[in-house]
């Protein structure tokens, strides 16, 4: 039923009316219609299942009616900001909040992305601590504003402009590309949940990372003491990339025995998609002092959040602090809806199930294809990283990587794509994908490779 700008005009438009820094998925961009739970139509009505919902934000399901449903009831009253006055909304929905999240995590400020949420953090970090050094890991992503262009590192998305002020970048502990990888450890890859004989206090590359993040602490920080302390539970937009076993835990200590506050950056993991718990730094038995979020809290409704201890929280009110639309109503109306759809619908036991049965196929997959390097992640959120040969670990040329990025959309399934090498495949589902859309998508990327590497 599609009735708008042809194909052509979007692309014309687009090149010359729209910001040149976009980022276009594909040679042939598709153009997206409609959504309907794990699936996005195009404008000529072809259905794919979209394995990378979750970076743009859909957790539950494309226009899930329950989510959609909440929001419209709520535009039918009221959408104003409601931060000058009283609305119930903003209370009810803080308190369901926070009933998730454990200790003293209670005090939330509502944005409307994530970058916003991540400013504020590091905002709050600095005031509370007095101390403006900041440390965030190599290959993070936690946004692209000027202020937290230095926190996210990865030279992509770095403009030249001065940036990052104060901020200081650790190594990635990442076991596959890392200098300190899983050919030091006892299992050829060892990472958090993945089956190897580590014991997190065993790990040899986990020490390494912590030994080089203790040194940056010694040599780079003003009287040794330290701000924030920035990490996601598992790198997104940096390719899939987990921790070694209990490297996260000593990260935190380290940071906390000089005074700093640790943020977890839970935009692409939190809301259960990791299946095993709700919260991403859950699965690494760590205690953040700050928690952001965004993406699947709102399930395609720009939103996010910042929470708190109430004694960081106290900074804060030093002085006036405003955001028109965090916590509107609307928002609010739809972030409640969210958090009851993963109850209801049991999505997070189900990310799961389905995420293990999922990286289980995958890395079965291995043994038919030697430029498939890697395969991670936990729950609905995996990577798989493209090589020349698992020998090499040579990255896949991006030639390659193309080509079967584009035979996999042209075979109905939209995957993502990222790492600081381009060649990891993202997996990030809504939620709610079933078992048949995994063995459809497995087939597809099966021949999808086979065709591209004979
Ligand atoms: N943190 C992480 C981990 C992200 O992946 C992103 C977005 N890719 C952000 C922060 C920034 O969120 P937003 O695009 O909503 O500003």
């Not at 002020?165 to 993945?194: A, L």
């Not at 040899?204 to 996601?232: N, T």
């Not at 890697?374 to 995996?382: C, F, Y």
């Not at 993502?416 to 495949?425: D, I, P």
Request: glycine share 10%; net charge neutral.
């Amino acid at each position: 039923d599609y009735k708008g700008m042809s194909y052509e005009e979007t692309i014309k438009v687009r090149k010359t009316k729209l910001s040149p820094a976009l980022l276009t998925y594909y040679k042939q961009p598709v153009m997206v219609h409609q959504g309907k739970m794990q699936y996005l139509f195009d404008t000529n009505g072809r259905r794919y299942i979209d394995l990378f919902a979750g970076i743009v934000t859909v957790s539950v399901g494309h226009c899930h009616p329950k989510v959609t449903a909440a929001a419209t009831e709520q535009m039918k009253k009221l959408w104003h900001t409601t931060n000058i006055y009283l609305h119930p909304s903003i209370h009810e929905y803080a308190s369901k909040l926070t009933d998730t999240l454990p200790g003293d995590l209670k005090v939330v400020y509502f944005t409307n992305s994530g970058s916003e949420a991540n400013d504020l953090a590091l905002h709050m970090a600095r005031l509370y601590t007095g101390v403006f050094d900041t440390l965030s890991l190599r290959n993070a992503y936690h946004g692209a504003s000027p202020y937290l262009m230095g926190l996210t590192a990865l030279s992509t998305w770095r403009f030249n402009t001065p940036t990052g002020f104060g901020i200081h970048q650790v190594m990635n502990p990442d076991p596959y590309r890392g200098p300190w990888g899983g050919k030091h450890c006892r299992d050829s890859i060892c990472q958090t949940d993945r089956d190897c004989d580590c014991k997190p206090d065993e790990c040899i590359s986990c020490d390494l990372y912590v030994d080089q993040l203790e040194d940056g602490l010694r040599f780079s920080m003003p009287k040794g003491r330290v701000g924030g302390f920035f990490a996601e539970s598992i790198q997104g937009v940096g390719g899939t990339v987990q921790y070694p076993k209990g490297y996260l835990k000593k990260a935190y200590d380290a940071v906390h025995a000089k005074g700093g506050v640790c943020i977890s950056d839970e935009v692409q993991t939190g809301f259960g998609r990791l299946g095993s718990h709700f919260w991403g730094f859950e699965t690494h038995a760590v205690n953040p002092d700050i928690v952001t979020m965004a993406k699947g809290m709102g399930n395609g409704f720009p939103m996010g959040a910042v929470v708190t201890t109430p004694k960081i929280a106290e900074v804060m009110g030093t002085a006036l602090h405003f955001n028109t639309f965090g916590g509107n109503p609307v928002a609010c109306a739809v972030g409640m809806a969210v958090l009851e759809i993963i109850k209801e619908d049991n999505l997070q036991e189900h990310c799961a199930e389905l995420g293990s049965y999922m990286l289980k196929e995958l890395q079965n997959m291995k043994s038919e294809f030697t430029c498939i390097g890697d395969v991670r992640g936990k729950g609905l959120m995996i990577g798989v990283e493209m090589v020349e040969d698992r020998s090499s670990r040579k990255p896949l040329p991006a030639d390659k990587m193309a080509d079967i990025w584009e035979e996999t959309k042209d075979q109905g399934i939209l995957l993502g794509k990222g790492g600081f090498y381009g060649n990891t495949f993202r997996i990030k589902p809504p939620m709610c994908l079933k078992k048949d859309d995994v063995d459809f998508s497995l087939e597809v990327l099966r021949s999808s490779i086979k065709k591209v590497m004979g």
